[in-house]
């Protein structure tokens, strides 16, 4: 017998004692925002608003491809965004070419320091105002971003919640735990490079794998088909743009 | 009982000046013309007439050729001084007889006057043939309005010299400013910030008086070492709260604290008329403009100046080249790429194919100095600082170079490579200093 339904066969039987003591009042569903990709849609539905979405993988694996989409989107649809670059290692100018309205979005360079990173997402979260608040911790050891006490993860959690800002943190490896509302796994699945082997090729893009992490499916045995979707990411100032 | 003063050939302000020697309810009509309310000046100057005279006298003295009308309301003024010349004072009752010879383009000469159709209606009038005030008064008035609207009437009113128009009082804007000479030199923050405080409470305590905001302020710290420290605080702004400035000066202080104690603080503003913004239900949320000022200082309190604000792209093919200007939101309709209301009201799904998913690059700054073994000119094994593995697939070389005629060209063959630690990067050999590097991966 699955929860839910011992959940509705005990509120039947205790109904008639207890009344509407019972009812409990449902958590509202949180509003979306679309990522622009839509087999990443199809999987997560988009990021859920006044909640935490990680989003993991290792380097290459797509993390910020699906970072510029969900900016692009964002800042298209005349959002205020701020992204606090933990790394210094955001490139304007693939953000731009994938669409992102640069005038519109907040670059806080924290220069490799993750304390301050932390500080200035507490900033930002507290000013309010933010139609997404991006923490990119992806160039930062994992054993580092593991130290991150998770005091402050559950501060981020307090800080968005009620408000109509969407937190993202990228990240090697989930390290939110309970506090993060989804976790997007990437990976990337091979490399496309154009040209006959050997002699000069262009990198064309690749292919990469999004996966659901958290929450997870009800049903276990299709979660590995259900929640998870490949797409394919285009090189623009890679290879495309070059010639051979 | 107003008086005109009428200068063809002074400044404005010469002129303003003037009028405020006879009367402090002075209105600034037009460049060529102030009115001013002569009512209660007899005790002091006698009759209009001797107080027309006294103007004249004293504009002569100042160098200035003035004729002065005086009637019962201030437009009747104007025209007096304008068409009579010299002094004129059109006892009450008598206006519309001592105008009718006036010609009526005395009516749209004035600034008050110039509106949009008054160079057509100059015209309508011109082609009926009417040349003076007396005519145009003695037009019917339910035919005139008729044919060129309100407007009609209201000219015919001046024409008569019945104007009944309050006088339009001229209120110069004093400076908003404030200075202390403290007792003994302050050198700790705190109590320099309990003095700010108290001086910014006065200047904006004159703004809001006035309903006036400040779009900059300037603090000017006089210091023990006979120095002055003066900090500006340009605003992208009208601010109307006096917390959110003093917050930004705190925090400016705190980045950057004086380098001695100091002696006295002069604080000013500059007074501009408050924003009025009505937000909509379907405008995109937004950051409050003083909130966000408050926290880019906050930010930049903490990871430097420098290192917050909006990215720009420069207009230069230097590989990494990078701009940062100041971060600041325009209101909605000014930016043609933030949607309208109607396109935020019905969005579209911001749904574009897999297809034009573009592959992201994550820079590494500065560049990572990289160990290169090379066969042939082509990497096989990569060992820089975090990054180690052989090269699975490569793409290049690609040869840029620019700027050769600066000291700080640059001159480099890129190559893409996955390495077999499963990440794909992009590497460049300097080849005038004969390294290599890596730029950074895709990601």
């Known amino acids: 017998m699955g929860p839910a339904s011992l959940k509705t066969e005990l509120q039947s039987a205790l109904s008639a004692r207890f009344g509407s003591y019972l009812n409990f009042q449902e958590k509202p569903a949180p509003e979306l925002l679309f990522t622009g990709i839509p087999e990443v849609d199809a999987i997560a539905g988009g990021l859920p608003r006044g909640c935490l979405t990680e989003i993991v993988g290792p380097p290459s694996s797509g993390r910020t491809s699906l970072l510029d989409s969900i900016l692009a989107a964002a800042t298209s649809a005349g959002e205020i965004c701020a992204l606090v670059d933990a790394g210094d290692s955001f490139d304007p100018e693939t953000a731009a070419a994938a669409g992102v309205n640069l005038d519109q979005l907040l670059w806080v360079r924290c220069g490799a320091r993750p304390a301050d990173a932390l500080k200035a997402t507490d900033l930002l979260l507290q000013g309010g105002g933010f139609g997404m608040v991006v923490l990119d911790l992806g160039d930062i050891p994992p054993r580092q971003v593991r130290r991150i006490p998770l005091t402050s993860w559950f501060r981020f959690r307090r800080g968005v919640e009620h408000k109509p800002t969407c937190l993202v943190a990228i990240e090697q490896e989930p390290c939110a735990k309970s506090c993060a509302s989804l976790v997007l796994e990437m990976r990337r699945q091979r490399e496309c490079w154009s040209g006959a082997a050997g002699c000069s090729c262009l990198l064309d893009g690749a292919v990469v794998q999004a996966a659901r992490r958290k929450p997870a499916g009800r049903d276990l045995t299709t979660k590995a088909q259900r929640h998870q979707e490949s797409f394919l990411v285009s090189s623009c100032l890679g290879g495309s743009t070059r010639t051979a | ?443």
């Not at chain 2, 003095?195 to 302020?217: F, N």
């Not at chain 2, 002055?228 to 709260?241: G, I, S, V, Y």
């Not at chain 2, 640059?410 to 990440?423: F, H, I, P, T, Y």
């Open chain 2, 1 to 443: 009982m107003y008086a005109c003063i009428h200068c063809r050939e002074g400044s404005r302000q010469a002129l303003l000046n003037l009028a405020f020697t006879f009367s402090p309810r002075v209105e600034d009509t037009a460049p060529d013309a102030v009115a001013l309310d002569i009512d209660g000046l007899e005790r002091i100057f006698g009759s209009p007439l001797a107080l027309a005279e006294r103007i004249v006298r004293l504009a002569s003295d100042a160098g200035l050729r003035v004729e002065v009308g005086v009637a019962s309301n201030p437009d009747a003024a104007v025209c007096a001084a304008r068409g009579l010349g010299g002094i004129a004072v059109i006892p009450a009752g008598q206006e519309a007889l001592l105008l009718a010879a006036l010609p009526v383009s005395l009516l749209f000469a004035s600034s008050a006057d110039s509106r949009q159709s008054s160079a057509e209606i100059e015209e309508t009038l011109r082609l009926w043939g009417i040349r003076t005030l007396g005519e145009l008064a003695a037009l019917p008035e339910a035919a005139l309005s008729a044919r060129i609207g309100q407007e009609g009437p209201r000219l015919q009113k001046l024409a008569r010299g019945a104007g009944c128009r309050p006088l339009l009082a001229f209120s110069p804007v004093p400076g908003f400013e404030h200075s202390l000479q403290l007792e003994y030199p302050v050198a700790l923050l705190e109590p320099l910030f309990f003095v700010l405080s108290r001086l910014l409470h006065e200047l904006w305590a004159g703004l809001e008086a006035r309903a006036l905001a400040t779009d900059e302020l300037r603090l000017r710290l006089h210091l023990e070492d006979r120095s002055a420290d003066e900090r500006n605080f340009r605003l992208p702004f009208p601010l109307r709260d006096h917390r959110a400035g003093l917050k930004l000066m705190q925090l400016e202080l705190e980045q950057r604290p004086p380098q001695a104690a100091v002696t006295a603080l002069w604080l000013a503003a500059n007074p501009v008329e408050p924003r009025v913004l009505q937000d909509g239900l379907f405008i995109p949320l937004a950051p409050a403009p003083d909130k966000l000022e408050v926290l880019l200082a906050r930010l930049a309190n903490l990871v430097g100046q420098e290192n917050v604000g909006a990215a720009e792209l420069l207009d230069t093919h230097r590989p990494g080249a990078l701009g940062m200007k100041r971060f600041t939101i325009r209101p909605p309709g000014s930016n043609p790429q933030i949607p309208q209301i109607s396109q935020i009201r019905n969005p579209r799904p911001f749904a574009k194919s897999a297809d034009s998913t573009l592959l992201a690059f994550r820079v590494f700054r500065p560049p990572l100095p990289a160990q290169v073994q090379a066969r042939q000119g082509r990497p096989e094994r990569i060992t820089a600082r975090g990054v180690k593995g052989n090269v699975v697939s490569l793409a290049g070389a690609w040869r840029t170079s620019g700027d050769w005629w600066k000291s700080d060209g640059w001159d480099r063959d890129e190559w893409d490579v996955a390495l077999s630690d499963g990440a794909l990067y992009r590497i460049y050999c300097d080849r005038a200093a004969r390294a290599w590097f890596i730029e950074g991966l895709y990601d």
